[in-house]
């Protein structure tokens, strides 16, 4: 910072008369992602000043005259801006295009939109993620995004957590790091507890609403979230950041760097614990996670391997609060007793504890897991115009979630009734552990088209083939009568296999210099295989297969710099998910493949130096559009299999229509708001319940209706308002509202999470002693008007003697007033 106000001084003395000399500011961006490039090399008039980390630059005084910026990057191509010193403060924005030196970032590009790709998107870089990150999970730095809706199990963010965006569960939203993907290739969910803190080694995040681009790995069926941890810091650097807060919840790590060493080499590395007792009574985490890479880069030549893993421990709050214990209704707490859903000691229990209502009591109720992932990457130049970015990989997962089971009987696990005197025991307490232990392997390629001297045209061609396998089994690991039990009986064993590969193929094109094209097409074959039996000793034998062809165009027009107008239609199929084919009898495959077709339009505005609010301002909005119309939906309802499990049934026509709104506006890096509201409508078409008469016969509704789609509110809004009174202190009001969602397709009122509206605090202070390159102090206040919320929940129902109906509903309270307070070290 000494160096850098010197360099200012010098410039300001030789510019002219003080009296005349105006600040200049600015940021460096990559063009194609947005993401800041920090550490950029800024040279006025030939004298150079280094960006600030988060790749924003300031000159505090610049005479009268005419000047020279040039911005440099190691990897993107030089930029020469001539501006007119001005006493007003003015502000400059360079977008870099990337160069023949290849980054990291080359290897994700291929999957990312960009305005070229007439998509909705959000673009996050490693600074937004690091404000928000004071420990909990990735869906909740993400929650002031547009169209997004997040949960825990335990209430804070820490532990299991989970992410809605435009209604749709993380099984239908693609995840992918560095272009692997990292969805479950059975269940299709995304489980980010499995990496605690993988937010502190990203490096730039893009959420993608909507079918968007072809992504490798399962389905992108409303939204896909692409993470890449590709950074290339050039410089020697490490950090720590500590949080406490409510809940006995820390977060400690470290993180450390060589810079170049040798001139080619560069090694990176994280280690990372973050422990929490969770708001819910009994809702524990221990998170421990560990990340590293090493580089090899020449002029055309990138190959970076990395790894990273995650091991968890959770105490199993899975299965949420009964309505009664939050409402404190007796009469309904009895309906819940009569029903056998709690016993009378549990339902006290309930009543007790209210809204942080624990189920399990056994000491190792816990869930443990961990997840190694190993990947190899190249990027490589292929002459000016053409690179290569390729990638093999490597996921080995296991772990088990531990259970008490009472009055379990002995036939259920393959043992044999226990005599005592002249007494049969057919029921006993028991110990058991259910894993999963399983391999996800393949490789991933795109070549990419990227001319220099004329970039009207673009094009990749990729793919990816994976290859995923899983064993599923049981075990009794303790019995209150052993019965003619092994050591570790193992009651139930199936294995599944997966293959699953695509290929795509995709261009833009400026056709005129306001109007631009873009067509994407996929093919993507799945071979599914599962052998062996489940927990209720039901065949799950399963033969499935399928191939998919996704076509995707667009096009974009620009009204003026600054303003566009974009439009899309994309095609989206998925197969279904593992229990879709294991609820069911032997045999049945029933379950269809699902289908999406999207179109999606609007408008952008981004004025980097706003004329309308005035210099120093920066002003960005977007308008989209968009109408998502399913064919064959997987969803509830109401039918159950022969032992009571829910079955997911397809339905001919559903929709989500709606629009969203964003903007940002900022004056001077003072003062910034920036908003997101969207409003939809989700319908299932020719909606039929299935219900239960007293003698457990099904009921199908006569009539057909439209219904709301379970968890869809209709509203979602949030709001960012920050602002910097002092230099380094930055202060933030977030607040977000989410309406009305049911639990159920039967839009019932009685089956509902209520809406709820959540107003955070943040505060971030840097200071730069001469020691050390920052301190930073940081305050996070959740839910400051101590709201009482559930944010997820879920129904069932059995008819009681009469035939009458009786609901049961499970709710998942959000923790009221809490603190994450945090100290961040930079050497």
Do not use: C
């Not at 994280?270 to 020449?298: C, N």
């Not at 620009?558 to 032997?586: M, N």
């Not at 509203?715 to 910097?724: I, R, Y």
């Amino acid at each position: 910072m000494k160096r850098f106000l010197t360099t200012g001084a010098a410039l300001l003395a030789l510019s002219g008369p003080a009296w005349a000399q105006g600040p200049v500011s600015g940021s460096v961006t990559d063009a194609r992602t947005g993401t800041a490039l920090p550490g950029a090399t800024v040279l006025l008039d030939g004298a150079a000043i280094a960006a600030t980390a988060d790749g924003t630059f300031i000159l505090p005084a610049v005479g009268p005259g005419s000047h020279e910026l040039r911005i440099t990057f190691v990897g993107y191509e030089p930029i020469v801006r001539r501006f007119q010193g001005q006493a007003a403060a003015q502000q400059i924005f360079f977008a870099l295009q990337p160069a023949g030196v290849l980054t990291g970032e080359a290897l994700v590009t291929a999957t990312r939109a960009n305005e070229r790709t007439a998509t909705a998107y959000t673009n996050l870089s490693k600074e937004d993620l690091a404000k928000r990150n004071f420990g909990q999970d990735i869906p909740y730095l993400l929650d002031q995004t547009p169209s997004v809706v997040v949960n825990s199990d335990a209430g804070a963010g820490v532990g299991y957590t989970d992410i809605r965006i435009r209604g749709t569960s993380n099984t239908g939203i693609n995840m992918t790091i560095n272009g692997v993907p990292l969805n479950d290739a059975e269940s299709h969910g995304s489980f980010l507890v499995n990496l605690p803190d993988l937010a502190s080694s990203v490096n730039s995040l893009q959420v993608q609403r909507g079918v968007g681009t072809s992504q490798n790995g399962g389905a992108a069926f409303g939204a896909s979230i692409n993470i890449s941890t590709l950074d290339n810091r050039r410089e020697a650097y490490g950090e720590t950041q500590n949080t406490y807060g409510s809940f006995n919840t820390w977060k400690n790590n470290v993180q450390f760097g060589t810079g170049l060493v040798g001139k080619y080499f560069t090694f990176d590395g994280r280690l990372s614990r973050i422990v929490s007792d969770g708001y819910v009574k009994r809702g524990a985490s221990d998170l421990k996670s560990y990340y590293f890479s090493a580089g090899y880069q020449q002029k055309n030549t990138l190959l970076k391997f990395i790894t990273f893993s995650g091991r968890e421990k959770t105490y199993q709050a899975w299965n949420g609060v009964p309505e009664p214990a939050i409402t404190g209704d007796r009469t309904l707490l009895q309906q819940y007793i009569d029903n056998g859903e709690l016993s009378e000691a549990d339902a006290e229990r309930a009543m007790q504890e209210g809204r942080r209502y624990s189920y399990y009591t056994y000491d190792n109720q816990t869930d443990n897991y961990q997840q190694n992932h190993y990947q190899l990457h190249l990027a490589q130049g292929l002459g000016d115009d053409w690179n290569l970015g390729a990638a093999l990989h490597l996921t080995r997962g296991f772990g088990y979630y531990e259970s008490y089971r009472a009055r379990r009987r002995f036939t259920d696990y393959g043992l044999q009734n226990v005599i005592i005197g002249g007494d049969t025991l057919t029921r006993t307490n028991l110990v058991d552990q259910k894993w999963l232990d399983n391999y996800f392997y393949g490789g991933t390629f795109a070549l990419n088209y990227q001319p220099k001297a004329n970039d009207k045209l673009q094009a990749t061609v990729g793919g990816a083939w994976n290859r995923f396998t899983n064993d599923h089994y049981g075990e009794v690991i303790w019995a209150q009568y052993a019965s003619n039990s092994n050591i570790r009986q193992r009651y139930y064993f199936n294995d599944a296999r997966k293959t699953d590969y695509n290929g795509y193929a995709r261009a833009t094109w400026q056709v005129l210099p306001k109007l631009g094209v873009y067509g994407d097409v996929q093919v993507r074959h799945i071979e599914y295989t599962i052998d062996g039996v489940e927990d209720d000793q039901n065949d799950v034998t399963t033969r499935a297969r399928y191939t998919f062809f996704n076509p995707k165009a667009g096009a974009t027009f620009t009204l003026r710099e600054g303003q566009q107008l974009y439009a899309s239609f994309a095609v989206g199929q998925r197969e279904p998910v593992r229990s879709d084919f294991t609820d069911r009898p032997a045999g049945d495959q029933s379950a269809k493949a699902e289908r999406l077709n999207d179109l999606e339009g609007g408008y952008r505005l981004s004025l980097p130096n706003s004329t309308l609010l005035g210099p120093g301002t920066a002003l960005r909005v977007e308008a989209n559009y968009f109408y998502m119309n399913y064919r064959n939906q997987l969803v509830a309802t109401g039918q159950l299999n022969d032992v009571g499990t829910a079955l997911r049934t397809n339905v001919a026509r559903s929709y989500r229509t709606g629009v969203e709104l964003s903007g940002f506006a900022s004056a001077n890096d003072k003062i910034s708001l920036s908003s997101t509201l969207t409003l939809s409508r989700n319908r299932i078409l020719g909606f039929r319940e299935v219900i239960y008469d007293a003698d457990y016969t099904p009921i199908v509704a006569s009539e057909a209706r439209s219904t709301t789609i379970s968890y869809s509110p209709s509203v979602v809004s949030a709001h960012t308002l920050e602002g910097q009174p002092l230099k380094g202190l930055r202060l933030a009001l977030l607040y977000k509202t989410v309406s009305r969602q049911y639990l159920d397709n039967s839009t019932s009122e009685d089956r509902r999470l209520k809406p709820y509206q959540v107003l955070d605090f943040r505060l971030r202070y840097s200071i730069y002693p001469s020691f050390m390159k920052e301190v930073e102090l940081g305050l996070l206040v959740n839910n400051v008007l101590n709201r009482r919320y559930e944010a997820n929940g879920y129904t069932y129902g059995y008819p009681d003697a009469t035939g009458r109906q009786q609901t049961f509903n499970w709710y998942f309270p959000q923790a009221t007033r809490n603190f994450l307070a945090s100290v961040g070290v930079k050497f």
